[in-house]
């Protein structure tokens, strides 16, 4: 049996949240009245259950192998990953939460590069949707997945501690960042690493994704994004020092082309990060 793999990349340092050590965050600060989620963006995502799959109405079918591209990387650049046996998938003995999971894109990604994946989203019909998709293929069956739950409620609960956590273009619909980041901090195992990823606040963001991609061109339903609600990277840096992290790396994610076949197409820029990007973060 192998051993479990870690992924810090220099010693861990005795993390403490407004003067709590790491040891103590646990479950009781939080609760089910505690909450990041808008019952309004759930109604709105929750609509898209049945075409959350089909890359003319979603960006997000197009843009999910770059997200998984950075996360595979990521993970790889930390020596423990080498333990692995040649044929093993990449994320083989991790386990991985994809918070606000929706339709299951990233969550099904995940499980087929090796990991043992929990999904939660608050959109019960988003997830209803996500399990009829992952009963399609074995390998995606086991995925634990989760309707109705918050990330604040599951950390009032879980016993557990992940690997990899994924928060991928959800904070950017949420009512409460930094709720949302706590929670998360407290589920992430001492070496493990979060993921996130949202849009850029910058007049370019404003230009492409909300009058080009709702308005012009109609590839988005007209008030999918709020530019009110988009943070930059020195934006979540900053709100993760709050929940306890530290920034790993950056990098852009850009559009290589325009949707004119029905299809989007993505590429990772490190220099380009005025739109879309992702992120990675450890506990301080």
Same mark, same amino acid.
């Not at 949240?17 to 009245?33: A, D, M, T």
């Not at 929750?46 to 089909?54: A, H, K, L, V």
């Not at 690493?193 to 404003?206: A, D, G, R």
């Not at 530290?246 to 005025?274: F, I, Q």
């Given at each position: ?190 070496? =493990? ?29 007209? =008030? ?54 992702? =992120? ?5």
């Amino acid at each position: 049996m192998r051993s479990s793999r870690s992924f810090r990349h220099t010693a861990a340092l005795p993390l403490c949240q407004n003067g709590v050590p790491s040891e103590q965050i646990s479950r009781r600060h939080f609760s089910s009245n505690t909450s990041s989620v808008s019952s309004q963006e759930v109604s709105k995502f929750s609509e898209m259950n049945e075409t959350w799959w089909d890359p003319r109405k979603n960006p997000l079918v197009g843009m999910n192998p770059v997200r998984v591209q950075y996360i595979v990387e990521t993970l790889a650049s930390f020596d423990s990953l080498q333990t692995l046996a040649e044929n093993d998938p990449p994320l083989t003995t991790l386990t991985a939460l994809d918070v606000g999971c929706g339709g299951g894109l990233l969550s099904e990604s995940l499980a087929r590069l090796g990991a043992t994946v929990t999904a939660i989203d608050p959109s019960v019909p988003l997830v209803e949707s996500a399990k009829r998709h992952a009963m399609k293929d074995p390998q995606t069956a086991s995925i634990d997945y989760r309707g109705g739950v918050t990330i604040e409620d599951l950390a009032a609960i879980s016993e557990d501690k992940f690997d990899v956590i994924c928060i991928l273009d959800v904070i950017e619909h949420a009512t409460d960042v930094d709720s949302m980041l706590r929670a998360s901090s407290s589920l992430l195992k001492s070496d =493990g690493v979060l993921f996130c990823s949202t849009i850029n606040k910058t007049f370019k963001s404003h230009f492409v994704a909300i009058l080009g991609a709702e308005y012009v061109m109609r590839y988005l339903p007209i =008030g999918t994004h709020d530019w009110n609600q988009f943070q930059s990277p020195q934006d979540v840096k900053d709100r993760m020092k709050l929940a306890g992290l530290k920034e790993v790396g950056v990098n852009g994610m850009v559009m290589t082309a325009p949707r004119l076949d029905g299809t989007w197409s993505w590429r990772l820029d490190p220099k380009d990060v005025d739109i879309n990007w992702i =992120g990675s973060y450890q506990l301080a």
